[in-house]
């Protein structure tokens, strides 16, 4: 309500300003804009309450939309109460046993914008996810249950943050859709390809082998993320020599793929000279390259650059130009300045090849590395890395396909880092939770959690394996295989009604217990 009264106080202002007001009110309400124009019904709708169906137009509808609407608004009639016996006091991270929905609008006053990440992985709506939510939903009836969480957990989200969620290609299309709606198509990061299953889960025409991460920012004009950290062997794999006690690697300074033909980018085509005899390294003086290339006829002079060659190879000099093998003129990577300056510090370097020489690029090691939009590798195995690695905390647990371990863990590091509130209210086995307690554990972050489960597995599996991995982080058939367990606290919460509250408020010196959550 405060968001809402906030909106319509600035839209008074004067018409010099309403373009950035505009804007504004599309970072809180996305929803509401159809192909970036304001849609008036469906703000209506979300100020007042007001179904007219002769005035909606056309967009992202499903039965039951409407009732979403209301649902959102409808304040719970539930409260979180504090279960003392069950916490490991003095802790920040949270385990909340309940429906998320309602547990979700209980938490807007205590976390709202104080979450930094998302990371979910709701029920699949198929064969292969059947926990408590039932499958054989319908569509709409599956949308209806993410949309209404998801405006929710909106309103929780830091203006840095992100939200990224796991779902495989029967519900792809829908979700995707969706959070184009609730979080505006501008703050689409990116959908993620993840192999998560090298069997392949047969379907009839073709065996599913992969699921997403589907990734949007709160505002994309703020969102932070991170970088991966290369292990040792990653680095050797990548950066194979050394330069100068440095970890370095051999680049082609010839562009090659997209944007590589010299008439795309007429001033990074030019010729290096290589001296023989003396092998040294240079590039032609600055009025030479000035006019290989004529900018008013948008013309290459070859027969300048035909004399130019034969000069210098008279010389002693190898005349070195960016040609594809089938000789056609190319492009270098970088600009002529750069070059001079590379050929200068000995970033740059001649190699001899069949065809003649070739100019490369020293590239010197960096431990970090932009994470790609598709994972592939033994570490996101669901199989051995999920399922087998639960059986081997706690055997005989109901979950089938539980994510690899890694692949929460890689989530988590690109959305999040030191410090950071990261929520999971479809917490199934809290692997989740046991990733924040490997990063922890491996960069010494302090990272926090807020687990939501409503299954009765609660205790049995998701508290449980928290419990488990902060004794031990290796466990094999049930039992811990060392001793190396981490400090770690939560506090621990469930859904109580108000009139049990009030019967279990206790009194203490003309005062009763309270709880921030």
Known sequence: LDELLTIKDKLRLNNNNIIEKVEELKNIFPEIFEDGKLNIEKFKNILFDIKNEKTEHYSFNWNGKQDCYKIIKQKSNLTLKVDEDKTIPDGNNVFIEGDNLEVLK?????????????????????????????????????????????????????????????????EFRYINTLMDQIFGVDNAISNIAIFTNPKGRDQGFIAQAHDY???????????????????????????????????????????????????????????????????????????????????????????????????????????ILPMSEQGEYLRWRWGYSSCVNGTENGALFVKRTRSGYTIYQYDVGDDEATPKSMWFGERYDASSKGTNLLADIIPNNPFDYPKSIFTVEDNLIVGSGDGDIIIDFFAGSATTGHAVINLSRNDNGYRKYILVEMGEYFNTVTKSRIEKVIYSEDWKKGKPVSRKGSSHAFKYMRLESYEDSLNNIVLRGGEHDSFEC
């Not at 292969?128 to 054989?136: E, F, L």
């Not at 992100?162 to 779902?167: N, R, T």
Request: glycine share 2%; charged share 30%.
């Open 106 to 170: 209980l938490l807007q006053n205590s976390y709202h914008k104080k979450i930094k990440m998302i990371y979910i992985d709701p029920p699949y709506n198929t064969d292969a996810s059947k926990i408590i939510y039932k499958n054989g939903y319908e569509h709409s009836s599956w949308i209806s249950l993410m949309d209404t969480r998801l405006v929710l957990a909106r309103k929780l989200m830091s203006p840095k943050s992100v939200i990224e969620l796991a779902i495989d290609d029967y």
């Open 213 to 319: 991460t589907i990734m949007y920012a709160r505002d994309k004009r703020f969102a932070e993320t991170n970088n991966f950290i290369l292990s040792p062997e990653e680095m050797a794999k990548k950066f194979s020599k050394t330069r100068e006690g440095e970890a370095v690697r051999e680049l082609p300074l010839k562009r090659t793929g997209s944007g590589k033909t010299r008439a795309e980018r007429p001033y990074m085509f030019f010729p290096f000279l290589y001296h023989i005899a003396s092998e040294k390294l240079s590039v032609i003086p600055k009025d030479e390259c000035d006019r290989i290339f004529n900018p008013k006829k948008k013309t290459f002079d070859d027969d300048f650059l035909a004399a130019l060659k034969e000069r210098y190879e008279k010389s002693g000099y190898a005349f």
